[in-house]
């Protein structure tokens, strides 16, 4: 990860989450990301998205058997790379409930969480401050 994960401005955790990407013009994309941060996502996939591609995203926390009792966290981005193994999203639009919760699910999964709770104090939302 070195130098490539310093850049980063969010950390990311391995945790699944399952996601439906919506893209103008394609069928619904269902996966399960196991790469997740606060500003975006990655899945593994065969699937070639279209170079920043516009899509709305929707991970879904919670089981398949209690799909009443699931929360939908809702952003909005594009596909920054689409390489035959993998889709990676990011993120430029968040909901704000969305947003608490995947703070939580960040926060919960951390393994480094002084690190996270940095990154939260040095962004506004998605955005860094006074940047």
Do not use: W
Not at 99 to 122: G, S
């Amino acid at each position: 990860m070195g130098a490539e994960h310093d850049c980063r401005e969010f950390s990311r955790v391995d945790t699944p989450v399952r996601v439906e990407i919506d893209r103008p013009g394609q069928p619904l994309f269902r996966a399960v990301a196991h790469d997740v941060s606060m500003n975006g996502l990655r899945v593994n996939s065969s699937e070639l998205f279209d170079a920043d591609v516009r899509c709305d995203v929707k991970m879904i926390l919670g089981d398949d058997a209690n799909e009443g009792e699931s929360v939908v966290i809702e952003a909005h981005g594009c596909a920054v790379r689409s390489d035959g193994s993998c889709v990676a999203i990011h993120f430029d639009d968040l909901e704000l409930e969305g947003y608490e919760h995947l703070k939580r699910l960040i926060m919960h999964h951390a393994e480094e969480i002084d690190r996270i709770e940095r990154e939260f104090d040095e962004h506004i939302g998605l955005h860094r401050k006074n940047g």
